[in-house]
Structure formats: C-alpha cells, structure tokens
C-alpha cells in the first residue's frame, strides 16, 4: 500500500470520526450522522476531483465507503470512551485537514499543475468536506471565521514545496508539512490566534 493512500484512508477516517461526533452534537438520528459522517469525509476531495476532471475517488473504490462506515460505526460505539468532546472533535478535525492537505497537494503534482494551483486543491481537500459538514448541521463553517483554519493549510502547503527544494526523503516532505499543518492549528487555538478582523470592536 502507498504512503499516499494510507494518508487518504487515516484522513478519511479522522472527518469520518469528526463528523460522527458533530452530527451527535446536533442530535442527529442514525441516517443524518452516517450522512455526515460521508459528506466530511469526501465532500472535500470530490469538489477537488471534479475541478481536475478525473475519476472520483470513492465511486471507483469502495475501500473508502467501507472505511466511512466502519469508522462511523466505531465513533458511535466508543462515543462515552471519547472523552472531552470539543476536544476530540478538534484533534480528529485538525489530523483530518493535514493529511487531506497533503493528498490534494499530491493530486495536483502528479498532473503537472502549478505549486500555487496545488496548494490551493489541498486546501480545498482539507476544507470542503467540513464547510459542508458545518452547513448541514446549521453551523457557520470554521473556515469563514477568524479561526486560523484554511491559513494552516496553506502554510503546510508554502512548506511542502520548499521541502522538495531540498534533498530530503519524499515521506519526510509530507510528514514535515503536515505537521506543519497540526502545529499550526494547535499553536492557533492554544494562545487564540487568529486572521485580523475587519469589524471594529463591539460589531
């Protein structure tokens, strides 16, 4: 098995999860959080395949419906054993945005595409399943709030390609970048950082 689809498939497992635990938090029945649980998982990386054109991804492998239906089913499961909420859900969403991060950037590289056009479809893998996710459940989405969010993508994306700049191991380029990705996102949220506001104070 690759190292590029393992990341596809721990990704798709981590906005599985992710999107489980939001759709419980909304007190979804059974059918609304498998649905969730889809929609963030793939929504993402199906706007990124149709934009490029090619195959979609879940419809020609069924290794990723499976792997959504398990991991749905082991969140309900284990759902008293996932202890701190808001905490999980974050953890589980920021594992899931690196590693789509790194798969759409991966898509774009192996059609020739320019660095800035990768990384922006990393960003749109990492992002899109969760816009969705936030939107059926009648939330704004994280990534039109101050949050830093789509910021850390972009960041581990700048990263990915300087790194191929230099003799590292291609597995050490991705996994360097999607730290980048994580650190990013935990630093953010950790000392409250966030994108500048155009509202002035009290709006």
């Not at 029945?29 to 879940?58: C, E, H, K, P, Q």
């Not at 020609?60 to 284990?78: D, E, P, W």
């Not at 990393?122 to 969705?132: K, L, P």
Request: glycine share 8%; net charge positive.
């Amino acid at each position: 098995m690759s190292l590029y689809l393992v990341i596809d498939i721990l990704g798709t497992v981590a906005f599985a999860i992710s999107g489980v635990l939001t759709a419980m938090h909304k007190r979804l029945d059974l059918f609304g959080i498998f649905i969730i649980a889809f929609v963030t998982s793939v929504g993402g990386g199906t706007l990124r395949d149709l934009l490029l054109n090619v195959n979609i991804v879940w419809m020609h492998n069924m290794t990723y419906v499976y792997v959504i239906f398990s991991s749905a089913v082991f969140a309900i499961l284990f759902r008293n054993k996932l202890n701190y909420f808001r905490r999980t859900l974050f953890l589980f969403d920021t594992i899931g945005i690196a590693l789509f991060t790194i798969v759409g950037i991966e898509k774009g590289v192996q059609l020739g595409l320019h660095p800035i056009i990768c990384i922006s479809l990393g960003t749109i893998s990492a992002c899109f399943g969760g816009v969705i996710r936030d939107i059926l459940c009648n939330e704004i989405p994280i990534i039109f709030r101050k949050e830093i969010y789509a910021t850390a993508c972009i960041l581990g994306g700048i990263f990915y390609f300087l790194l191929e700049l230099t003799p590292l191991d291609p597995n050490w380029v991705v996994i360097i970048s999607g730290s980048v990705v994580i650190s990013m996102r935990l630093l953010a949220v950790k000392f409250k950082l966030s994108l500048p506001s155009v509202y002035p104070k009290g709006e």
